[in-house]
């Protein structure tokens, strides 16, 4: 791959990536509560964030949310017909506080 087609992929990359907004109300489906300001450490490097902080890509058929630290996927989230899945094997932890 030349050193062009290089700089043009990450620039797609970052022009597709969203914070973790993005999901906040997708999460809120899920969990009833309020999201965005959760904490998740990352399994890969123990980097703590508050899901309004990570990083979203929302251009598969599903969102992928990455540690913004390593880039380490922390969860997987689809949503289909009646149903959701929800992938948190990248996520060591994730606190949230009572409602």
Not at 29 to 51: K, L, R, S
Not at 56 to 64: F, R, T
Not at 65 to 77: A, D, F, K
Request: hydrophobic share 40%; proline share 4%; net charge positive.
């Amino acid at each position: 791959m030349s050193v062009d087609e290089r700089k043009r992929r990450a620039r797609a990359g970052r022009e597709m990536k969203l914070d973790g907004n993005a999901i906040g109300g997708l999460l809120r489906e899920i969990f009833t509560m309020e999201m965005t300001t959760a904490e998740t450490t990352c399994a890969g490097c123990g980097a703590v964030n508050a899901v309004g902080r990570v990083d979203v890509y929302v251009h598969a058929p599903g969102a992928v949310v990455r540690c913004p630290n390593c880039e380490s996927v922390l969860m997987r989230i689809v949503r289909g017909p009646g149903r959701y899945w929800v992938d948190l094997s990248g996520t060591r932890c994730l606190e949230f506080a009572e409602p």
